[in-house]
């Protein structure tokens, strides 16, 4: 009987870390209340990557991206790498400039930013996407294919 005890209460356990687990592995469920509050989200990650603060720029970004959270920290991890060639590269950032933004009606809003180095630039984009609670975050690139904003 003492037995049978120790296994249940050892499987609820087990089932329970389980649980709490996967919900702190997606837990990305806050959402932004209308588009004025993703656009402050976008400026403020971007002024980030300008000032290479990568780290708090994916913070900002991970509570409104439902990724699993390993995701977001590899991401993360990378980018902070390829930020600090791109600085050794093409110099020290020194602005930002708002390139465009698009709405879908009620559905998905768009936004693209350059943060410009001394000697190139880096093209930020972020998408967002709006359910019936909120809007959230669908999707964030950074690259450096700026040219492709000529149109």
């Known amino acids: 009987m003492k037995k049978n005890i120790k296994s249940l209460l050892r499987k609820t356990l087990i089932t329970l870390l389980i649980v709490f687990g996967l919900t702190d592995f997606y837990c990305q469920n806050t959402l932004l209340k209308d588009i004025e509050a993703a656009k402050l989200l976008s400026r403020s ?64 809003f768009r936004e693209t930013y350059l943060v410009k180095f001394e000697y190139t630039a880096i093209r930020l ?23 492709e904003e000529f149109k």
């Not at 990557?49 to 991401?75: H, M, T």
């Not at 984009?125 to 040219?147: E, Q, R, V």
Request: proline share 3%; net charge negative.
């Open 45 to 108: 990650v971007t002024q980030d990557f300008r000032d290479n603060k990568i780290e708090e720029a994916f913070n900002i970004l991970s509570p409104y991206w439902p990724l699993p959270v390993n995701e977001i920290n590899n991401l993360k991890t990378q980018t902070i790498q390829s930020v600090n060639l791109i600085s050794e590269r093409y110099g020290k950032a020194e602005s930002i400039v708002k390139v465009s933004e698009q709405n879908i009606k009620d559905a998905g």
């Open 125 to 147: 984009i972020f998408t967002y996407y709006k359910n019936s609670k909120g809007w959230l975050i669908n999707g964030f690139k950074w690259d450096s294919d700026f040219d």
